[in-house]
């Protein structure tokens, strides 16, 4: 599956943005899909993860403020974030497997098959 991010752009601290992640070559209704996100200098990290059938898990540093949903129709998911901060600036990248990821292995990039060029996301004081 191809994935495509999209949404990202400059927003003031405490703004919002819906990230896209639209798939083609076939439907991806049932892999788990995860949102990443990679500062400068910094590894790529966790944000969230859908494993389908409403199950979702988010970090701590994220939970309450991004939500992950889901398009099947429009074999998308998205992220919404919600009370942006500066520490928010990343590149955000989503990805995908069919084979779901479980346990500590939801953290790692390499548990993923598919990914999606990344779109930044810059929050402004």
């Known amino acids: 599956v191809q994935l495509q991010a999209s949404g990202g752009g400059l927003v003031q601290v405490g703004g919002s943005l819906r990230l896209s992640c639209a798939a083609s070559g076939r439907s991806f209704t049932n892999d788990a899909v995860a949102w990443f996100r990679q500062a400068p200098r910094k590894d790529r990290e966790l944000l969230g993860i859908?494993?389908?059938?409403?199950?979702?898990y988010y970090v701590d540093s994220v939970k309450g403020r991004f939500t992950i949903s889901t398009d099947d129709a429009r074999n998308t998911v998205y992220l919404q974030m919600n009370s942006l901060k500066p520490e928010d600036t990343a590149v955000y990248y989503c990805?995908?497997?069919?084979?779901?990821?479980?346990?500590?292995?939801?953290?790692?990039?390499?548990?993923?098959?598919?990914w999606g060029k990344g779109t930044l996301v810059t929050v402004s004081s």
């Open positions: 859908t494993w389908r059938h409403g199950n979702i």
């Open positions: 990805a995908a497997d069919q084979n779901p990821p479980y346990g500590n292995s939801k953290f790692k990039p390499s548990s993923y098959n598919s």
